[in-house]
């Protein structure tokens, strides 16, 4: 099994939880609520981590802190003289607040001290991100504000936090010590959010936009992918088939029908709904009769036996005036309400409904049967030299 190191990238501060994490062969999110867990029930957490930070080397190094401190002469002394200073200063917070030192004061003097030894021993880019990290939520918000607005924040988030922590430690002694925790965490919670909270709404605001931006070069790449995919390849066939000018028509109104439909339909929508298929089955005509139809749909609604009937007979409607009309384009109005109406008109040669071919089946069976035994009607309007207009009425059985 692999020693413990600290991990040298995606730690939050020392990488000393992302380390265990690799270790133990656990999610680290899980070994960092267990450390955070510690580090409230009495400040042991804290320790341990500061601990681990000074102790443990980091990944890729062979000595840790404490051993960078020691064998630099300078470095140690330098870090006496400071431990020093700091010890006197807690004993003296100690001496003023005495409940304060009791409860939480003893882990501070170690975590200080290791956090002394960090410092002291940390590479030159190692303080510049530490320096960023711990005094960011103090002072990153307050650059463009005055020093005095940073200044007094801090001091009176500080001030909240220490007089909470104070009422804490001494509510097991007091007369009321329910009152009396119950104060201390309303003090503590108070400073904290004068602390952090700019921060905080700073770094969700970063965040944010982090995100949009993230998003918007995905969207951008998925454009170009498609433009490549599609448009490009498209007008490459286009070239080819200069000489054919149907061809060339054809080929522009599928690309067309593609950008419309990746640009202005949802792409992960059901294609089980009525306006779903009457789109598709408009492309597949037009890719398959070299026409253009002009598809307008109002409304929508899932497929049944009756809609499906409805959605055979305009295919075959559709089908009728791309083959024997003349016409270029095919123009199809869909709505859905109470009821659905579909009219398929085109602009072709027309027709004498007495004259057609009793053996062709495909007005009288295709259209008007199908649709009468689903319940519905069917109407035909046609006159020779001015087009055809075939009407679809299907009442709905649960609108």
Known sequence: MTPWRRAAHGAVLGGVASGLAVRLGVRTSLVRMIWLVSVLLGGLGLVAYVAGWVFVPRRAESRCIAARVWAEPRERHASAVAAAVLVVLVLAVSGVTRPLSAGVLWPILPSALGALLVWRGASSAERERLAGSWSAPLVRVGRDRSWRATALRVGVGSAGVLVGLNVLAGARTSPTPLSNFLGGLVVTGAGLLVLFTPWWIQTVRELSEERLAR??????????????????????????????????????????????????????????????????????????????????????????????????????????????????????????????????????????PEAVDPQRRGLAFSIQERVARAGGRTSVRTRIGEGTEVEIVMKRAHP
């Open 215 to 352: 998003s918007r070069a995905q969207a951008r790449a998925d454009v170009a992918d498609h433009l490549h995919d599609s448009v490009l390849q498209m007008l490459a066939l286009i070239q080819k088939a200069a000489d054919d000018p149907a061809e060339v028509r054809r080929l522009a109104r599928t690309t067309e029908h593609d950008l419309r439909a990746w640009l202005f339909e949802d792409q992960h929508a059901p294609r089980d709904s009525f306006a779903a298929r009457v789109a598709d089955l408009s492309r597949e005509i037009e890719q398959d009769y070299a026409v253009r139809v002009e598809l307008v749909t109002v409304g929508d609604a899932v497929l049944d036996a009756g809609l499906e009937a409805v959605l055979g007979a305009t295919r075959e409607a559709v089908i009728n005036a791309a083959k024997w009309s003349g016409a270029r384009d095919v123009h199809v109005y869909a709505e859905v309400s109470d009821e659905v109406s579909v009219f398929v008109r085109d602009r072709g040669r027309g027709f004498d």
